[in-house]
């Protein structure tokens, strides 16, 4: 029986209408990748007794407990007392931490403030990478307790750089892995292949979003590696090219690897999506090796001066148009010197729509040195939607291009 | 003081990765409506000792627990037990809800389970119009306990039928607000503040994230719209300048509404956010009155091309740099043909940087037809956070440029 987790999330913030616990829904992935599966999940409010009440009856179930939050330098930060309540050890100040502390804000010109130094006796630090908060960990036993920063980002990094590595030798015998999908509805993956884990100790769940989709595949048990294997590969010949990735892929990585092994070049003119894609092919690291820039024409004048969109054809057409959307994608190859050119125009909402071009809209455009291809889009939702389902669509038409043209 | 809630979701199913717990969200709503605040809110999976242990420390803290999940008619269907256990009762069936379910299944075929007529001794039925679990009521002094069934539908159709009429009376007057603040720390702010809401009957929580700060301000009581009123005005004199707006306010939509009230435009040049500010603005619906476009210049050779940046000045100062910024600010305001432009270069990271030149290092400019200024800015954390802030810190100092110029 392998070990199962409780996730506590502290924050009264959290519990305010509207609010989600994001924190807690990233661990339960990154647990379940372990083979750890979390059976209990709760936001508490700032408040001494209550953390320490719920922290004191997740160590007595569970043998793994992750507290997120409170661990601030400001008054309503309270992660820090209730963990020494709830494990009946006094609060000590670390010296060495507090001078570390001290240097850090020192040279910042900035307050301190003594109790992040402060930590349960007995307990260890939690490096924080990317903030001042350090993380606490506990650990006696068979009973494994650790408390991280709220902020999402330190959180993340933390988890992965000093609790991951602490948690392997007790993940179960399980596997689970991920195919990262564009092209296909939630229904129509599960009906391709609901009887492919319709099968004892596999499991799958289907995720939706404006990235594409994301099928989670586990096995459970003995051979759960095999198994999961068989699953993946079989899951992956039915999808064929809509699999675009695997695990932590993003659309923007696996399209740069692809220009990138082909030495080649990409640059954007946007006009509905404003700079999204740009945004998101430079959250790749590295992209600099492979996208060279690009232009953000959202008024129409602009698509002609920094463009070179034929102004009689924009007048004509109208700005949300192919023959608009073909010469954003040619002006984008040519004036930003790349090898490929994306080009999109379209009407994001909630203004604008008219009957013969309603809110949705989208033409897309791809340049390269043979010539221009475009598609013309309807895409649902809202204007945040209708951009951020813009940016996977073109971006998954060069990556199937780039396929293509390597087969 | 008034009556706090707690809610439990029972289910092992929304445990899973990448499910939520819509229905303590929506519960979430409809309790703040009435004036009741939610103080802890957890998930637990299918297990008798779980959830008894789960309700029996809500019902010591708070006068108000909601269950939902656990009542159905199969052998995981488990809150009727842990409801008799955590209220000490025995579990008793009701010959009377027997013969109602007796008929109801029969007419229809299906095989019963009797247990859905079983209820602690002492409780008394919530009715459901949509579905065949009943719901369980337990009152008793200041405390109140109720269990409505996880299908969404029958939930909140219960919720409105068998529970809300029975909060009415216990519901308090309660007012919130909420101050957006860009230019302070966390610490700062509530160095500034703290004494004003170390109040009875005031609460204020800050939230911290890339897009600035959120100080969540909250009164009970009687005179609660007028002490709300007054705190959030004391808030207001003593963060001056650095509180952007209140409640739905972005930063994006007040500079758009300041751009818009004088009738001028903006324009952007970006490197290392490729594009995230021009994204950030065009958010906005109806950006495009104040909104003019912008270059994206990744590359080098773009920043002289696209932005006219000095090629030699690139050379000898480094693309990171403050002339690099003004002449982008200046490139991107006369090439887009807007009043302002603003000019960003900087070092995301996790490569790129030098001793003399760090990751997250960003020099940051701003052109009108009166000249160029500039900041050098250090930004922590990871590669997505050092863009996301230098977005945060370039529309606010447009947003504080443009107020100084309104004084």
């Excluded at 407990?65 to 409170?70: A, D, I, R, Y």
């Amino acid at each position: 029986m392998s070990v199962r987790a409780e996730l506590i999330a502290v924050g009264t913030e959290m519990l305010e209408i509207g609010r989600r616990d994001t924190n807690s829904e990233w661990l339960t992935e990154r647990l379940s990748r372990l083979g750890i599966a979390v059976r209990a999940r709760s936001v508490v409010e700032d408040d001494v007794a209550t953390i320490a009440q719920a922290v004191r009856a997740a160590l007595q179930r569970s043998g793994l407990v992750l507290v997120t939050g409170g661990l601030g330098p400001t008054e309503d930060d309270r992660t820090r007392g209730a963990l020494a309540d709830a494990l009946g050890r006094p609060l000590e100040r670390d010296p060495e931490k507090l001078a570390a502390l001290e240097r850090f804000f020192s040279r910042r010109g900035l307050p301190l403030r003594k109790k992040q130094a402060d930590r349960p006796r007995g307990s260890a630090w939690i490096p924080n990478p990317v903030g001042t908060a350090p993380g606490i960990a506990w650990e006696e036993g068979e009973v494994r307790l650790f408390a991280l920063p709220g902020v999402p980002a330190e959180m993340r990094a933390m988890f992965e750089g000093g609790v991951e590595p602490r948690l392997s030798h007790i993940a179960g015998p399980r596997a689970a892995s991920t195919l990262k999908i564009v092209g296909q509805g939630e229904g129509q993956v599960d009906a391709l292949l609901a009887d492919l884990y319709d099968a004892p100790g596999l499991t799958a769940t289907i995720l939706s979003g404006d990235a594409g989709l994301e099928l989670h595949l586990r096995a459970d048990g003995a051979d759960a590696r095999a198994a999961l294997e068989r699953l993946t590969d079989e899951a992956r010949r039915r999808l064929g090219g809509d699999v675009f990735g695997r695990d932590d892929d993003t659309l923007a990585g696996v399209v740069g690897r692809l220009l990138e092994d082909r030495g080649q070049t990409l640059a954007t003119a946007e006009s509905c999506t404003a700079g999204l894609i740009a945004a998101a092919v430079t959250e790749v690291p590295g992209s600099s090796a492979w996208f060279r820039g690009g232009l953000v024409v959202y008024g129409n004048e602009l698509k002609t001066e920094l463009a070179g969109v034929d102004a009689a054809i924009l007048a004509s057409e109208g700005a949300v148009s192919a023959p608009v959307a073909e010469q954003l994608a040619e002006g984008a190859r040519t004036r930003c010197g790349a090898d490929f050119g994306l080009g999109v125009t379209g009407i994001a909402g909630p203004g604008g729509g008219t009957a013969g071009k309603p809110v949705g809209l989208v033409h897309l455009a791809l340049a390269d040195a043979a010539g221009v291809v475009g598609w013309r889009l309807s895409k649902m939702g809202e204007r945040a939607q209708v951009r951020r389902r813009t940016v996977t669509e073109a971006l998954d038409r060069l990556r199937r291009h780039l396929l293509a043209a390597r087969a």
